[in-house]
């Protein structure tokens, strides 16, 4: 069982950036590799990057390379997302989600550990 929760959410006007924690508790965080969602206002959840066990290999969704950046710190038991050049589009409560496997999983399905969510509001 891993316990997963958010923070790093909050407003902020359209070019700047914010950093999103996800902390990680109980099973140990390197057996499991780690992403970030995120659902806009009234629409489905959608993938925005995932990283592996080692942390060398990440993956992102097309509208966030270049812009965000996820990485890990196993000290900490801590994924992070940077997130820069935000956008109006980037509003969505972002979750992190932790999957029983090695790899850059990209399916929800594939996830078996949830955080509760962070609010991010992107203003003009």
């Known amino acids: 069982q891993v316990q997963l929760a958010e923070s790093g959410g909050g407003l902020v006007q359209a070019g700047g950036s914010l950093r999103l924690s996800c902390a990680a508790s109980?099973?140990?965080?390197?057996?499991?590799?780690m992403g970030w969602f995120r659902q806009p206002p009234g629409k489905e959840r959608e993938f925005v990057a995932a990283i592996s066990w080692s942390g060398r290999i990440t993956y992102y969704a097309n509208t966030m390379k270049g812009r965000f950046t996820i990485s890990r710190d196993a000290a900490k038991s801590t994924m992070y997302l940077q997130m820069n050049s935000l956008k109006l589009e980037d509003t969505a409560v972002y979750y992190c989600?932790?999957?029983?496997?090695?790899?850059?999983?990209?399916?929800?399905?594939?996830?078996?550990?949830w955080g509760q969510g962070t609010q991010v509001t992107v203003s003009s």
């Open positions: 109980g099973r140990t965080f390197g057996s499991y590799a």
């Open positions: 989600a932790a999957a029983r496997r090695d790899g850059v999983p990209r399916g929800t399905n594939e996830y078996d550990y």
